[in-house]
């Protein structure tokens, strides 16, 4: 019994060991099979039989990210692929976490990575993938952490087994032709989540509430009154029967009326007089609202609108003199008395390039409410002489004295630098200042990143772009030069605060106020005290201001809202963590903003280039960032 049992043990070992293995081929081979289902694939020219993906020494494959001589991920990002991938082959590669074929051309339906249980990042963005995705397609892949299937063709309903990934953190869904309800994704990891532009309907559910509106936008069927995206009406019935009837009107009980049975007269007149009288309920919240409503209020970029006109609220224990000076005899002071930093009607001039004007002058300015900032709020005033300036209101400071704030004013007029703007004058009363400067054509960074959509956005083209960073870090290599005992040389640097000329030369406002808000609650706005070493231990140094010229080069190449510079980090894109873990997976160049992402391949290396000094500018410690000087001098070797 013992020696059949032995025979029968042989004979299964034998065929175990002709049985085709399927872990018995190399990971070179597997990736060469893998290629063999591409097309175009001539960028993939380094993926030669013979040679080693990931040598211990030298060059892996293009495109691939490894580590311990093992792939831990495929980035074919933006190489012209086309095809229909086969899967099968990647199934070898037991390292394999990440892979991404994002922004070729490949056609038909979604390729069968869920054959890949392990991955964590799954990014087809920018492709042709059609049709609809299988309800249960992700439910073994329990790694997965970022789904990326944006500007493709799919179609459908969203998979329910999405669901089902317990640890998943981005989803990004946005530009499909995805339809039906959202699925309810409570998933407590999840920060990054875009379904805009696609045929969404129904309520979106409880706990996507948390996430911005703009993420559902252009889903013509979703609703959401805590985000106040009402539904749309559905299109009515059509009438076969009596083209002439009325098939939307609502009777008295707010039913759709029958066709049948058409409401009668008196209910319909009824009905408009029930409308008309809501209307004007309506109207006049709607006046009484705005006409209470506190002006400073400032949530998103929004253009000036030159018909919203106030009068700019200038307080003076003289205001009744100040009304009857003539507009004459405030422009007959001297070039020299305004330069020398004299009053002129309570108001300082401390730079006269654009002429001596005092504050009767802003008293009869017609002004638009620019909007409400960290500092304080701000006002665009046009004045009788043409000049047309920002009046911006200055929330509480530090008990500095008038004298020592009239030499910062002083020291700020003095200043000239292309890319700083100076401010022309000042207004000092012991509970209130006002600050004073030339009004700038295209607003701010802030605005035409995020807030405009028209010509002026169009043009932030890659060339574009280059020239506002590289001024911006020369503008703060000036501050720094100019401050160098400064503990914050600016200290509030962010896109709201870099201004952009009519030919796009930026120009930093809001810098050098630390020293007159230092120790005030004011001062936890500035953004330089939101850089790591600040926030945790209270640290600040010229450090803070390189993380700022860190964030800002992440915004502008990425074209994402920081939601660093939110309060609570609730909302934008954590640009940091997004390109750190981006970087660590060999996928950097993905993150660059689509709109210039179509440059050529030299352009888009430079653009890499500048997103790793943006990454080591925001070093968490700030012993490992580059000072200032550093960090300008590699910006500066940047070529468009």
């Known amino acids: 019994m013992a020696a059949v049992r032995y025979t029968h043990l042989c004979l299964f070992l034998m065929l175990l060991s002709l049985a085709p293995s399927s872990h018995s081929i190399s990971e070179a081979d597997a990736l060469l099979q893998f290629k063999e289902s591409i097309t175009n694939a001539r960028a993939l020219d380094s993926w030669r039989p013979g040679t080693t993906p990931c040598p211990l020494q030298g060059t892996s494959w293009v495109g691939l990210n490894c580590a311990k001589e093992q792939v831990r991920a495929i980035s074919l990002y933006n190489m012209g692929l086309a095809g229909k991938i086969d899967t099968r082959p990647l199934e070898q590669l037991q390292g394999l976490k990440f892979i991404s074929m994002a922004n070729n051309s490949f056609t038909g339906p979604i390729p069968e990575f869920n054959r890949l249980a392990g991955l964590k990042g799954v990014y087809l963005t920018g492709n042709k993938f059609s049709g609809e995705i299988p309800s249960d397609y992700f439910a073994n892949m329990k790694s997965l952490k970022k789904l990326w299937l944006s500007n493709n063709e799919f179609s459908g309903k969203i998979p329910e087994s999405i669901t089902q990934l317990p640890i998943l953190k981005e989803l990004r869904l946005e530009n499909n032709q995805f339809s039906g309800p959202i699925p309810q994704l409570k998933q407590q990891a999840l920060s990054d989540v875009d379904m805009s532009n696609n045929k969404l309907e129904g309520e979106i559910p409880e706990p996507l509430l948390k996430f911005n509106a703009t993420a559902f936008k252009n889903n013509t069927g979703v609703c959401s009154k805590k985000l106040g995206i009402k539904c749309s009406a559905a299109p009515p019935p059509a009438n076969s029967g009596d083209a002439a009837a009325p098939s939307n009107v609502m009777n008295p009980a707010g039913t759709p009326g029958s066709q049948s049975s058409p409401p009668d007269e008196g209910s319909i007149v009824q009905a408009k007089w029930v409308v008309l009288a809501i209307v004007i309920i309506l109207l006049s919240l709607t006046i009484l609202f705005k006409s209470r409503r506190n002006s400073e209020k400032f949530a998103r970029p929004a253009?000036?609108?030159?018909?919203?006109?106030?009068?700019?609220?200038?307080?003076?224990?003289?205001?009744?003199?100040?009304?009857?000076?003539?507009?004459?005899?405030?422009?007959?002071?001297?070039?020299?008395?305004?330069?020398?930093?004299?009053?002129?009607?309570?108001?300082?001039?401390?730079?006269?390039?654009?002429?001596?004007?005092?504050?009767?002058?802003?008293?009869?300015?017609?002004?638009?409410?620019?909007?409400?900032?960290?500092?304080?709020?701000?006002?665009?005033?046009?004045?009788?002489?043409?000049?047309?300036?920002?009046?911006?209101?200055?929330?509480?400071?530090?008990?500095?004295?008038?004298?020592?704030?009239?030499?910062?004013?002083?020291?700020?007029?003095?200043?000239?630098?292309?890319?700083?703007?100076?401010?022309?004058?000042?207004?000092?009363?012991?509970?209130?200042?006002?600050?004073?400067?030339?009004?700038?054509?295209?607003?701010?960074?802030?605005?035409?990143?995020?807030?405009?959509?028209?010509?002026?956005?169009?043009?932030?083209?890659?060339?574009?772009?280059?020239?506002?960073?590289?001024?911006?870090?020369?503008?703060?290599?000036?501050?720094?030069?100019?401050?160098?005992?400064?503990?914050?040389?600016?200290?509030?640097?962010?896109?709201?605060?870099?201004?952009?000329?009519?030919?796009?030369?930026?120009?930093?406002?809001?810098?050098?106020?630390?020293?007159?808000?230092?120790?005030?609650?004011?001062?936890?706005?500035?953004?330089?005290?939101?850089?790591?070493?600040?926030?945790?231990?209270?640290?600040?140094?010229?450090?803070?201001?390189?993380?700022?010229?860190?964030?800002?080069?992440l915004e502008v190449l990425t074209g994402k809202f920081p939601s660093q510079y939110l309060s609570h980090q609730k909302g934008g894109t954590d640009v940091v963590e997004w390109v750190r873990t981006a970087a660590s997976e060999s996928r950097i160049s993905e993150l660059i903003d689509p709109e210039i992402a179509g440059a050529s391949a030299a352009s888009l290396e430079q653009m890499e280039k500048l997103l790793h000094i943006g990454a080591a500018c925001t070093e968490s410690d700030q012993n490992k960032r580059p000072d200032m000087k550093e960090a300008i001098r590699r910006i500066e070797e940047i070529q468009v």
């Open 303 to 553: 253009k000036e609108n030159p018909d919203d006109l106030v009068q700019v609220h200038i307080p003076s224990t003289n205001r009744e003199n100040l009304s009857s000076t003539s507009r004459n005899s405030s422009m007959s002071h001297s070039r020299r008395g305004g330069q020398g930093g004299k009053p002129v009607n309570d108001l300082v001039v401390v730079n006269d390039e654009k002429g001596v004007f005092g504050l009767s002058d802003l008293m009869k300015a017609g002004a638009e409410v620019l909007g409400n900032g960290g500092l304080g709020s701000a006002y665009k005033a046009m004045m009788e002489n043409g000049l047309c300036v920002v009046v911006k209101r200055l929330r509480e400071m530090n008990q500095i004295k008038r004298n020592a704030f009239d030499t910062e004013m002083r020291r700020l007029g003095a200043l000239k630098h292309n890319n700083i703007l100076t401010p022309l004058a000042y207004h000092f009363r012991k509970d209130e200042k006002l600050f004073v400067s030339e009004f700038v054509s295209r607003g701010s960074l802030l605005y035409l990143l995020h807030g405009d959509r028209g010509a002026a956005h169009s043009e932030l083209n890659w060339p574009t772009r280059l020239k506002i960073i590289q001024g911006i870090a020369r503008g703060m290599g000036y501050l720094h030069s100019e401050f160098p005992s400064a503990e914050l040389p600016h200290g509030n640097l962010k896109s709201s605060n870099v201004l952009l000329d009519s030919n796009y030369e930026p120009l930093l406002s809001d810098y050098a106020m630390y020293p007159l808000l230092n120790k005030t609650p004011t001062a936890q706005s500035m953004f330089a005290l939101r850089a790591p070493e600040s926030v945790s231990l209270q640290q600040v140094s010229p450090k803070c201001d390189v993380y700022s010229v860190g964030i800002l080069i």
